[in-house]
């Protein structure tokens, strides 16, 4: 059973920084990229990056470029996003995705954790 | 960037079909998937490459997409179907359509 558990958020200054972690089981996680998608408090679905299988190809969303970094250890099955310079806008909840493809692009996603909390406030 | 626009709300009564539409340039060129959101919960995959049923979707849930316009249809509506949907698309970077609220009445 594919299971994907998100860790690591709370609340946060403005221009603080988090780490998320998303723990993956159940399938070869090396295999399959994996997304984060965030959703605002009562808002829709925002994608925000995007890791390939081996970790070597990334990309991310506009609003975040160049504040947030996508990274994986395939040997902990263990996908991260290190957050920084936090804005009030970055509010939402976290969630990480698996691609439904193997070695696909992260472009379809057919499994998604429970979501984590992450709220940048004074 | 590419744009998807749903309608804010769709509703349907209990047992006949619901139609939620998801509009963009060209967008039967693409490949969409669709995603079902209960309250409280993660979304779920109900729809992938315009018309293919994840396992342990219902037969209900289908999909079509042409022209300026993609679809999922919800046949026999049911009380559990009530749901945000999203529609979702890769095109330059993932996109994902405001979401439509189904109300099944």
């Known amino acids: 059973e594919v299971q994907l558990v998100e860790s690591g958020g709370g609340l946060v200054q403005p221009g603080g920084s988090l780490r998320l972690s998303c723990a993956a089981s159940g399938f070869t996680f090396s295999s399959y990229a994996m997304t984060w998608v965030r959703q605002a408090p009562g808002k829709g679905l925002q994608w925000v990056s995007v890791i390939s299988g081996s970790g070597g190809s990334t990309d991310y969303a506009d609003s975040v470029k160049g504040r947030f970094t996508i990274s994986r250890d395939n040997s902990k099955n263990t996908l991260y996003l290190q957050m920084n310079s936090l804005r009030a806008e970055d509010t939402a909840v976290y969630y990480c995705?698996?691609?439904?493809?193997?070695?696909?692009?992260?472009?379809?996603?057919?499994?998604w954790g429970q979501g984590i909390q992450v709220t940048v406030s004074s | 960037s590419y744009e998807l626009t749903q309608p804010l709300s769709v509703s349907v009564a209990l047992g006949q079909t619901a139609r939620i539409t998801c509009g963009g340039n060209n967008i039967g060129s693409k490949n969409v998937h669709w995603y079902q959101q209960k309250p409280g919960q993660a979304p779920v995959l109900v729809i992938y490459r315009d018309s293919n049923r994840p396992s342990g979707i219902p037969e209900r849930f289908s999909g079509s997409n042409s022209g300026n316009t993609a679809t999922l249809t919800i046949s026999r509506a049911q009380a559990g179907d009530e749901a945000d949907y999203y529609c979702?698309?890769?095109?330059?970077?993932?996109?994902f359509g405001g979401g439509t609220k189904l109300t099944v009445l």
């Open positions: 979702q698309l890769w095109d330059s970077s993932t996109v």
């Open positions: 995705a698996k691609d439904q493809v193997v070695g696909g692009t992260g472009f379809l996603m057919d499994y």
